[in-house]
């Protein structure tokens, strides 16, 4: 359906508020990633004693979804690159209600086991595509907090999730949870997908996809609505010029400039940034608050109606993000998230190993932790994967990267169970901190700012400056150039 049922054109200044509603739809596919993470923390328990589960089996029926999120994330760039970013995006809908729908339904282990790793392709694609979506729709001087809109529906659909698994599992006494409670929490999942996929059919293409495609003609009247006139035919040609040199690179091909030199490089940095999201815990909060919750001496309603606070938490200061990440720049965001996430960690570790499970302390701690990492790398990781990788091969960079993402959300997910049971949650967390720790000064070193640029404008940032990316501040010193 043509995009201009959405808005009417505002012919100079370009239109905010379609930008807006784009984007906001885009981001619906984060709302459906937040949503399953939400609901299989409030389920898991009842999963443990419906099917008998130890703690690796445990891990594995929780993370079993993120084999599907790494297969999704694979194929993501190169089908989004084939057949467009919105009719994939159609796709991952529909294969999401399928897999969530399904696993409501599944009579046995292994067949909820298949239908979350299905569900798992749908959330791959959506969190590799989604961001870059908004990326190449929206304008610089907003790129940070649109982009990051996928991650406020995530925290949001986090939140949502909770309140409701809180709600379903007070409709009945544990038997029925057990039974039939935990059906009802995965198949109310049902109703975003749906809604996701109807919006879908009302939003443009990707303008750049578009250009990149030879189709300038259907591009232009997008980026009049976006920018207005002037600067819509400016960007026009600023695509085109970027896609001058390699516009029918493959697959294949593109892959293969990334492992050259200065590409090379920013396969690399974008990589270890999207790992250090996963590997300093923040999916082991998630998935598991109610244990963690339980491991300080709260019993189980006290242990939901904390993790209920943490996706209050979680949603107030990812909002607080949207607002900085274009004002105080990403570079600093992840610097300061990252810093307080340390000292957060290490405390929550020395309480656990001196035995204070019982006061405040810890409490205090996962929540200045969460708080943290929502205002930093929650949202602002998003942001640079989908900005910092040149045009003509962003689609096959950022497979990678949310790889490698998904990659160490499984390790996280599938370790966390075992960790709590054989070194303690002490010593779990010290490794968390050690990880947030080394996301500080690896972010301090190797980090570019990327705020205030357009993504034409990163490109040619990156073929300027490959052969030094730090100076004494960690800057580039013509990263602020442009």
């Not at 029918?248 to 200065?262: I, P, T, V």
């Not at 932790?369 to 990781?381: D, K, P, Q, T």
């Amino acid at each position: 359906m043509n995009s201009d049922t959405i808005l009417t054109q505002t012919p100079e200044k370009g239109s905010l508020r379609f930008v807006i509603l784009v984007s906001l739809v885009a981001a619906l596919g984060g709302f459906l990633f937040g949503f399953d993470t939400s609901v299989m923390s409030g389920a898991n328990g009842y999963l443990r004693l419906r099917f008998g589960l130890g703690d690796a089996m445990l891990g594995w029926t929780v993370s079993c979804i993120i084999i599907g999120c790494i297969a999704g994330a694979a194929f993501a760039g190169m089908m989004g690159n084939r057949y467009g970013r919105k009719r994939v995006l159609i796709v991952s809908a529909l294969l999401y209600i399928i897999g969530i729908g399904g696993s409501a339904l599944a009579g046995g282990l292994v067949p909820f086991i298949a239908l979350r790793m299905l569900e798992g392709v749908a959330i791959g694609i959506n969190c590799s595509l989604c961001p870059m979506y908004n990326a190449e729709i929206a304008p610089a001087k907003y790129r940070g907090r649109l982009v990051a809109m996928t991650q406020m529906a995530t925290v949001t659909a986090i939140l949502s999730g909770m309140l409701l698994s809180y709600f379903i599992a007070g409709a009945g006494n544990e038997a029925w949870n057990i039974t039939s409670g935990w059906r009802f929490m995965f198949g109310a999942g049902v109703v975003p997908g749906t809604l996701f996929l109807i919006l879908l059919f009302f939003v443009p293409e990707s303008p750049r996809w578009l250009i990149q495609k030879g189709r300038a003609e259907e591009a232009l009247p997008i980026l009049l609505r976006i920018h207005g006139n002037t600067a819509a035919r400016q960007e026009v040609l600023d695509i085109k010029r970027s896609f001058a040199e390699e516009t029918k690179l493959s697959f294949g091909e593109a892959a293969r400039q990334l492992m050259k030199g200065k590409t090379r490089k920013i396969l690399v940095i974008g990589t270890i940034v999207a790992m250090t999201q996963q590997i300093t815990g923040i999916n082991a909060v998630m998935y598991y608050a109610p244990e963690i919750f339980r491991q300080t001496g709260s019993g189980t309603s006290g242990s939901l109606l904390q993790t209920l606070l943490v996706g209050v938490v979680n949603v107030v200061f990812t909002a607080l993000s949207l607002w900085l990440v274009d004002k105080l720049g990403r570079k600093l965001l992840l610097l300061i998230g990252s810093g307080v996430m340390t000292v957060s960690l290490l405390l929550i570790g020395v309480s656990f190993e001196l035995g204070q499970t019982g006061g405040v302390v810890i409490i205090v701690c996962i929540l200045a932790y969460v708080a943290a990492f929502a205002v930093s790398l929650g949202a602002v990781v998003w942001v640079l994967l989908a900005e910092m990788f040149p045009n003509r091969i962003r689609g096959v960079a950022t497979a990678i990267a949310n790889m490698a993402l998904w990659a160490m959300n499984f390790v996280v997910s599938q370790s966390f169970p075992s960790l709590l049971s054989s070194i303690g949650p002490g010593k779990t967390f010290w490794i968390y901190g050690a990880a947030a720790l080394f996301t500080f000064l690896f972010t301090m070193s190797q980090v570019p700012e990327t705020k205030g640029k357009s993504l034409e404008e990163i490109e040619a940032m990156w073929e300027k400056n490959h052969a030094s990316l730090a100076d004494e501040r960690g800057f580039a010193p013509s990263l602020q150039e442009n």
